[in-house]
């Protein structure tokens, strides 16, 4: 094969695999690479209904001083959020009106949560501050993850549910 025909190949090929991740995107799909849920290839599905507690939700966090610190630690990614974050993937845990309390794990409404261990420093040895606890105002879901160095509602609290994409269904996936 000449050196232009593998140019144009190799040009084709990229512009053909540029295509599909474009229309992927824009069809809902999206790439998981963290450890809070499997890692793989999700979808974003229309809600059509109020959000419940144990829906599995993609979400963008609002631009606040807080998210900004956990992107500069490396707790999340830059994404096409108009906050400027890649969208979070939790399971929603508590909703408005509901009391969460935050001790060395949490609970909802004085039911104490499975795998919700706090942690006090991070996998750097940094101090990371839980939240203090409260009722989960109007319009904000607390946001939960199994795994135990998940950065969700343990550390930043209630978010908007403004935020919410939609729910996120597994396409191809798998735990490490």
């Known amino acids: ?20 991740a474009v229309t992927g995107f824009v069809s809902g799909y999206r790439l998981n690479l963290t450890p809070s849920e499997p890692l793989g ?25 807080v998210f900004e610190e956990a992107r500069r630690r490396g707790y999340l990614r830059q994404g096409l959020c108009s906050s400027g974050f890649a969208p979070l993937i939790k399971t ?17 409404n004085g039911a104490r949560i499975p795998a919700s ?35 969700d509602s343990r550390y930043f609290g209630p978010i908007p549910e403004i935020g919410l994409l939609g729910l996120a269904k ?5 735990d490490p």
């Open 1 to 20: 094969m000449s050196r232009r025909a593998v140019f144009w190949f190799l040009g084709l090929s990229g512009l053909a695999l540029s295509g599909v």
């Open 41 to 65: 290839l999700w979808r974003i599905e229309a809600i059509h209904r109020p959000v419940e507690i144990g829906d599995l939700v993609f979400i963008c966090p609002p631009a606040t001083a």
């Open 92 to 108: 929603v845990l508590a909703l408005p009106g509901q009391y969460v309390e935050v001790g060395d794990r949490i609970a909802v």
């Open 117 to 151: 261990d706090l942690r006090l420093t991070d996998g750097e040895g940094r101090a990371i501050a839980p939240f203090a606890g409260g009722v989960v105002p109007p319009g904000h879901l607390f946001l939960h993850s199994s795994f135990a160095s998940s950065y």
């Open 170 to 174: 597994s396409v191809l996936t798998f």
